[in-house]
Nanobody
Framework: QVSLVESGGGLVQAGGSLRLSCLVSENIANFNAMAWHRQAPGMQRELVASMHVGGRIDLGESVKGRFTISRDTAKNTIDLVMNNLKPEDTAVYYC?????????WGQGTQVTVSS
């Protein structure tokens, strides 16, 4: 069973920054893509950023220019650096490991941005 453990969430003022980290129990090169998703109360889960095995990066429109995704294959970690945070970024952020056959999810970490 693959485990993903997120860390780094918290409360921050608008305009501030946070760094989320996801530690994966297996070699992240084994997955088609690693990603961060988020879910705000009453909303559907949405993609924030993804990094594919070949290195391609996809970012959600609302976070382009503010968020950056990166990986450390030696440590099996996926990081999300979030700058210029806005109240609408408030959500539970989930790390995900995607395979063609399915997805493994972390337990989520809360990010709250105050105005």
């Amino acid at each position: 069973q693959v485990s993903l453990v997120e860390s780094g969430g918290g409360l921050v003022q608008a305009g501030g920054s946070l760094r989320l980290s996801c530690l994966v129990s297996e070699n992240i090169a084994n997955f088609n893509a690693m990603a961060w998703h988020r879910q705000a109360p009453g909303m559907q889960r949405e993609l924030v950023a993804s990094m594919h095995v070949g290195g391609r990066i996809d970012l959600g429109e609302s976070v382009k220019g503010r968020f950056t995704i990166s990986r450390d294959t030696a440590k099996n970690t996926i990081d999300l650096v979030m700058n210029n945070l806005k109240p609408e970024d408030t959500a539970v952020y989930y790390c995900a490991a995607h395979l063609l056959s399915g997805t493994y999810w972390g337990q989520g970490t809360q990010v709250t941005v105050s105005s």
